[in-house]
């Protein structure tokens, strides 16, 4: 399927048939319309600013404080973003009968839901992590007239996205449990903000849960982005790989009840 209207021959077999042309049909709402320099314009304008008030506003800057309001800001406002968007990508269809429509035609469901999930967290990773993060590159180059190390910079801006794909794939798995957007946006937003509530009950979940990839605790050393940006030992390698586990079981997860669905 290319658009909504137009067909063109499926050669995929199995359970990626369909996957080319609803994969167009998903890249089409992120790079043929606007959404995609809205979302920049928002994300790079706001994490700018906010870091640009905070690396120029004082002569005693320190680069550790500016790391530290980088990653908070770029991973927690656009994961709000990411449930957002992803909100309604699955339960949006299904209510208004353009899944079963699309499923009637050559198009398997692991692909209807994969091609969903590979498309926006292609988006969600130019618009909301890359080109603002290139804006904020520049920013401490401005400032600190030496830079980051490119190398280290990009692994940073690699666990930022991993703390967003977190939320992307936990909202569309619940996309494909409920068939209202209520629960899909309030579940998700909920355990985003409640992470370090459930830290401070049992503090076990530091190591499981993406809180503690961007945002500090109550020791400000255990936090891995900002360690990342300024060179520093991060404290555990546990949490990027507990997220990146969650992930990948959210996706199956979703794979599997989308089967069960009847449409």
């Not at 035609?105 to 890359?130: C, D, E, Q, Y």
């Not at 507990?242 to 794979?255: D, G, N, P, R, T």
Request: aromatic fraction near 14%; charged fraction near 15%.
């Amino acid at each position: 399927m290319s658009g909504n209207s137009d067909f063109v021959m499926v050669s995929e077999r199995g359970w990626r048939r369909g996957f080319n042309n609803l994969l167009d049909n998903e890249f089409a709402r992120w790079w043929r319309t606007r959404m995609w320099w809205v979302q920049t314009l928002i994300w790079a304008g706001m994490i700018g600013f906010m870091l640009g008030a905070v690396l120029f506003s004082t002569p005693d800057f320190k680069i550790e404080d500016g790391v530290m309001i980088y990653a908070v800001f770029a991973g927690i406002f656009p994961a709000v973003a990411v449930v957002i968007i992803m909100q309604g990508v699955l339960v949006g269809e299904k209510k208004d009968g353009t899944a079963a429509w699309v499923l009637s035609k050559p198009a398997a469901r692991p692909a209807f839901i994969l091609s969903k999930m590979v498309a926006n967290s292609l988006g969600v990773l130019v618009t909301m992590v890359v080109l603002p993060g290139i804006v904020a590159y520049v920013l401490f180059f401005i400032r600190t007239k030496a830079g980051m190390d490119p190398l280290l910079f990009m692994a940073g801006l690699g666990v930022i996205f991993l703390n967003h794909l977190f939320y992307l794939t936990l909202t569309l798995m619940l996309g494909s449990f409920f068939n209202s957007r209520g629960p899909v946006i309030g579940i998700s937003l909920a355990f985003l903000f409640m992470q370090q509530y459930l830290i401070g009950l049992l503090p076990v979940l530091r190591y499981v849960l993406p809180w503690t990839l961007v945002v500090p605790l109550n020791n400000q050393s255990e936090v891995v982005v900002p360690a990342l940006l300024s060179g520093q030992p991060i404290y555990s390698y546990i949490p990027i790989m507990a997220v990146l586990i969650e992930c990948v079981l959210f996706v199956l997860i979703s794979l599997w009840r989308f089967k069960r669905e009847e449409l």
